[in-house]
């Protein structure tokens, strides 16, 4: 084998080193102005005439940073991300330019960080060389991008704290002139289309200071442009940023995140510029949210991660707008209905906490594949139903609402003030209550006593306006083609025959079916024993609560042709609420002896049925 003399290896090795550096130096000539560089310009250009009213330019932290379908839920805006590919030209006027072929967009988000990312290093120059390689044989892919508008949809996170941010002093802050004139031309075209531009630099970890935010505010004046930095503290303290949770990696944003930074954004737009909402006036975007929605239910399939649930908590729509005859108290309503899939809700359960002690929706489920939800809370009168019931109905097509009666004897606070103190309890139930679809899991048995002389002195008297508020929630059904059924749980403490007549008549002006549980042949078909199935007089333990919901579901399938839905796409989302609950369920069977025996007890029951 021929060697080498150590000098004439060093020439070689020198030779190769030389070679490389000039191939690598000729990456700046290669142009990226192609289509291929831009990631989602075909989707974009599939979008119908003139529907998208705000486009967001920028590269990989837009799509990760802004996100259309939170914008649209928040504020009903139209909007877009338009992905640059291209790791060191921001493409802005290429972008803006496809996008105006078939959009008259009002407003333009230009994300900033693209215009400090040339840098003359040899890494960068590599990197550059992988991405012209594989651009020569592929269009850069972004999962989701084409079902979200350029939104990439992230659910894990990677824990920051607030020492990290913005320490870097050694970032470059000169624009790169390629992009200052890139930007240039892009502003011309958007002020000669009449077009405002709003400069954002989402929040960055590692990739921003100071020197940068200056840069760009400058370059903002210069331009007569309204610029956000979300890295600055007046912003990241109004958008409540958590440095554990919103963060998908040190310089992109998770879903949390782009929540947070997108509902700011929505406001801010939908203020300043006076965009048009369409949340109740566009089809199609309602039903690109609703199929957002099920990508996410997809995605969750597997697992649902703690950003998930923290990201859900935060789709509770506001109640700004919501009348004073309706109010809802969202601190003690059960919230977690807002997480439900649009139109996934067969059978409402409306009343107070009788009927949130007596009614599983999971079990329901288990049994025969009815979807249902239970609108307990306690002290709730008529008035309170009611508005649950016409909130309910902007999300959910119920084909049966189960109404518990004991609710319309009860006083109908008039004051607010007074209606949300005496709904604090509420604020007081345990995490699992939102695990059982509204079922409130209460293990306590205590004897109790039935037909007292204090049932029978209870009034059996509805006021004018408790019967106005029926009236509502019975017109509110039949306009929405509601079948309703009457039910009274059983509650010895609070109900009487009188009451059960009273609640017979409504039931045959009405013309709906009515159910007292409380009458002694149903407590005798269901074995309803008063010394085991009780918490107190007026409520039901899980041992009673799964005798009233095994007869329901079998009730409710046989009269109302309810189909069972566990092929749906969103069956995997209540089996995992099933685990959830039976976790739940056992988990607070070991808290003391007597909740043991409980469930235990419980336990034979299920199985004997």
């Not at 991008?145 to 659910?155: A, E, R, V």
């Not at 309503?333 to 409402?348: L, N, R, W």
């Not at 059904?477 to 009457?486: R, S």
Request: charged residues 20%.
């Amino acid at each position: 084998m021929k060697r080498f003399k150590p000098a004439l290896k060093i020439k070689i090795i020198i030779c190769f080193i030389l070679t490389g550096l000039i191939f690598m130096s000729s990456l700046y000539i290669i142009p990226l102005t192609d289509r291929n560089t831009l990631v989602n310009i075909d989707d974009l250009l599939k979008e119908k005439e003139n529907t998208i009213d705000v486009l967001s330019i920028g590269n990989r932290k837009l799509s990760y940073g802004i996100n259309p379908m939170d914008m649209y839920h928040k504020f009903g805006i139209r909007s877009y991300n338009a992905i640059s590919g291209s790791s060191y030209r921001t493409q802005y006027y290429d972008l803006l330019a496809y996008s105006l072929k078939k959009q008259k967009p009002k407003a333009v988000i230009v994300e900033t960080s693209a215009l400090f990312d040339y840098d003359n290093s040899f890494p960068t120059r590599f990197s550059n060389l992988q991405r012209v390689i594989s651009n020569q044989f592929s269009k850069p892919k972004y999962d989701s991008l084409d079902n979200t508008k350029g939104y990439q949809i992230t659910l894990n996170n990677s824990s920051m704290t607030q020492t990290d941010y913005m320490t870097s002093n050694q970032l470059s802050y000169q624009i790169n002139k390629e992009n200052l004139s890139d930007l240039d031309k892009m502003i011309s075209y958007a002020n000669k289309n009449n077009i405002k531009v709003l400069f954002v630099s989402l929040p960055n970890i590692i990739g921003w200071n100071n020197n940068r935010y200056k840069a760009v505010k400058s370059l903002a004046d210069q331009y007569k442009v309204s610029y956000l930095d979300f890295n600055q503290n007046e912003y990241r303290t109004q958008i409540k940023m958590n440095y554990q949770y919103d963060f998908y990696s040190k310089n992109l944003l998770n879903i949390l995140g782009s929540y947070k930074v997108s509902s700011y954004l929505a406001y801010y737009l939908s203020k300043t510029y006076k965009l048009d909402n369409y949340k109740n006036k566009s089809e199609a975007w309602k039903k690109y949210y609703q199929n957002y929605l099920k990508i996410l239910a997809r995605m969750t399939k597997e697992e649902i991660t703690e950003v998930y649930e923290k990201y859900r908590a935060l789709l509770i729509p506001s109640s700004k707008n919501t009348s004073s005859s309706n109010k809802i108290n969202r601190a003690s309503a059960p919230t977690s209905y807002y997480h439900e899939i649009s139109k996934s809700i067969d059978v409402f359960h409306i009343g107070n906490s009788d009927i949130y002690s007596a009614i599983n929706p999971m079990w329901m489920y288990q049994k025969k594949g009815i979807t249902s939800y239970v609108f307990g809370e306690a002290l709730q009168d008529v008035s309170m139903a009611y508005g649950l019931f016409k909130e309910a109905l902007k999300t959910q097509k119920p084909k049966v609402l189960v109404f518990d009666t004991n609710e319309i004897f009860y006083q109908i606070i008039s004051s607010e003030r007074a209606k949300t103190k005496s709904l604090d309890y509420t604020r007081r139930i345990p995490s699992h209550y939102n695990n059982a679809k509204g079922y409130f899991i209460r293990y306590d048995s205590s004897a109790v006593a039935h037909n007292t002389r204090s049932s029978n002195l209870k009034s059996s008297s509805v006021s004018n306006m408790a019967e106005y508020y029926l009236d509502g929630i019975m017109n509110l059904a039949a306009k929405n083609n509601i079948k309703v059924l009457f039910v009274t749980v059983p509650c010895p403490g609070d109900w009487n025959v009188k009451r059960r007549e009273v609640v017979k008549r409504y039931a045959k002006k009405y013309n709906v079916n009515y159910i007292d549980f409380n009458e002694d042949s149903y407590i005798k078909k269901l074995a309803i024993d008063y010394s085991k199935d009780f918490v107190n007089a007026n409520h039901l333990n899980i041992i009673g609560a799964y005798k009233i919901t095994d007869y329901l579901s079998d009730y409710l399938a046989n009269n109302f042709g309810l189909q069972n839905r566990k092929s749906e796409v969103f069956a995997h989302q209540w089996t995992l609420s099933m685990t959830r609950f039976q976790n739940a369920l056992k988990s607070g069977a070991t808290t003391s002896t007597a909740h043991l025996r409980t469930y235990n007890n419980l336990l034979k029951v299920m199985k004997n049925q």
